[in-house]
């Protein structure tokens, strides 16, 4: 008979994420609360295991330095539909975009297309965010992660490019879905990989998974940096807009197909 999968460990709330990071940081629950502008008997019991209010989870997002969608992955709660990205259909678009962006543009032409990202008008949510591989919160931190990477449209072959062409990480498309299901381990190279694909300190990461990094990793490159700004910023395009996006990025690689690669 087939070997039965391993249950999938239940999400233990906030309070265990959260309470590592601010003892990676040496930060009490006092002045976490009164940078975010709630009551800190409120705070510890979170901390303790309560269910957070959404305004809290929305007032420890700034106050921790997060993205909020990124602090409510972590609790374990529903993400709020004005915080999950516009268009799930988008993330065809996303893989699209990628190569070109990552491999073929100079830092100019990055930034050139960051701009007109942001230029682009917004639209109107057509449909509820549900897309396919959206894994639901378990208590394993891989689950937590490519959770947080799903939000910024990045399906299975979207990861895997852009892990693949911004980090060392070079795994297949169904990997990332064993990670998020707790049918894959993380190591602390892969940590380190995702938090700067995420845009989160490395070594925050590893203390929020619970992972010991063997060393402290460098910085981001300005390639990673402006390639995962654009991710951010294309959450709020439609699959039509970030296509659009991907179409620009195309015509500007072919304007110097033949010219020496660019470099930061």
Not at 140 to 160: E, F, H, Q, S, T
Not at 252 to 262: D, I, N, Y
């Amino acid at each position: 008979m087939p070997d039965t999968p391993a249950p999938r460990p239940a999400h233990p709330g906030l309070g265990v994420p959260l309470g590592r990071l601010l003892r990676h940081r040496g930060l009490g629950a006092g002045a976490l609360a009164a940078r975010a502008g709630c009551a800190e008997g409120e705070l510890r019991a979170v901390l303790s295991g309560e269910t957070p209010r959404e305004e809290m989870l929305r007032r420890l997002a700034p106050a921790l330095g997060y993205h909020a969608v990124d602090v409510f992955i972590l609790a374990g709660v529903p993400v709020p539909e004005d915080l999950a990205p516009l268009d799930a259909a988008a993330h065809r678009c996303v893989d699209r975009l990628a190569y070109d962006l990552i491999m073929r543009l100079s830092a100019a032409e990055r930034r050139e297309l960051l701009l007109a990202a942001r230029s682009l008008p917004q639209e109107d949510r057509a449909a509820p965010f549900a897309p396919r591989w959206l894994q639901p919160p378990t208590g394993d931190p891989g689950n937590w992660i490519v959770r947080m990477l799903r939000y910024r449209n990045l399906g299975p072959m979207g990861l895997a490019s852009a892990m693949a062409l911004l980090t060392p990480t070079c795994l297949s498309a169904p990997t990332y879905q064993l990670i998020g299901t707790n049918r894959m381990d993380l190591t602390d190279r892969r940590v380190t990989d995702f938090a700067h694909v995420l845009g989160i300190d490395a070594s925050e990461l590893a203390a929020v998974a619970d992972i010991v990094l063997d060393e402290v990793p460098p910085p981001p490159s300005p390639r990673i940096q402006d390639t995962r700004e654009l991710f951010w910023e294309a959450r709020r395009l439609t699959s039509a807009q970030v296509r659009l996006l991907a179409e620009m990025a195309r015509d500007m690689a072919k304007a110097h197909r033949e010219a020496s690669p660019a470099t930061d």
